[in-house]
């Protein structure tokens, strides 16, 4: 059984400042783990993944994350928003049991003051 | 490279009714899997298909089904709609469906309101 938590439905920063948006991961083996992110009317965009190699991983517009194993964790960051940045974040994990049978988190929306 | 179409994008029906969506994947993409995503449950897995055999299915009632052709398009069909089964459904294609580091190129969705 795999299951995720995002901490923080809603998360509101300036822009210029740090993004940090939390996700929390179940896995009974080894996982796979994605962010996407869905702006209105859009279907999701993948900004990165883990899939067991290097623990930091580098993915599309400036946002980065980092596996922690002891933690569960694989918390999503940039270090400056942008107002573009503004939209839901979702954290997904699979295995290779599960395939492509993804569990997603139920989102964080990211709003960016000017 | 064209990506992941999928077709209406808009749609209202009434409960009772059904209704079918259509997924084109990626060139060359063998692997197609669908997903509801609905403000109270968020998204979820509804079925995957591979070389028209479904490999996944989440749990979801009977009335949820699909198929996949030989050129790797896919359909999902749900019968007598209920007022729940509005939603956003997402299409999503893969080069194969074995692994789960495969990455997953999701297409812009089907909007179903059923009134």
């Known amino acids: 059984a795999q299951s995720v938590t995002q901490l923080g439905s809603h998360v509101s920063v300036s822009e210029g400042a740090l993004v940090l948006l939390r996700c929390n991961y179940s896995s009974s083996v080894p996982p796979y783990l994605f962010w996407y992110v869905q702006y209105p009317n859009q279907g999701l965009q993948l900004l990165l993944k883990?899939?067991?190699?290097?623990?930091l991983v580098k993915g599309i517009n400036g946002f980065e994350a980092e596996f922690k194993k002891s933690e569960t964790s694989f918390h999503l960051t940039k270090p400056s928003a942008h107002m573009s940045d503004a939209a839901e974040y979702f954290c997904a994990v699979t295995n290779n049991n599960a395939g492509n049978m993804l569990t997603f988190g139920g989102g964080t929306r990211l709003m960016v003051k000017p | 490279k064209a990506g992941v179409t999928q077709t209406p994008r808009y749609l209202i029906k009434t409960r009772g009714q059904q209704v079918t969506l259509s997924c084109s994947p990626i060139?060359?993409?063998?692997?197609v899997s669908w997903y509801q995503q609905t403000p109270g449950q968020g998204l979820q897995f509804l079925f995957e298909?591979?070389?028209?055999?479904?490999?996944n299915k989440g749990n979801f009632p009977g009335r949820f089904s699909g198929r996949q052709f030989s050129n790797s398009r896919s359909e999902m069909n749900v019968s007598t709609l209920e007022l729940g089964d509005s939603a956003l459904y997402l299409c999503?294609?893969?080069?194969?469906?074995?692994?789960?580091?495969?990455?997953?190129?999701f297409g812009a969705g089907s909007r179903l309101t059923v009134l």
């Open positions: 298909y591979f070389s028209e055999t479904q490999r």
């Open positions: 060139s060359g993409h063998r692997s």
């Open positions: 883990y899939t067991s190699a290097a623990t």
């Open positions: 999503a294609s893969s080069l194969d469906g074995g692994s789960g580091a495969n990455v997953l190129t």
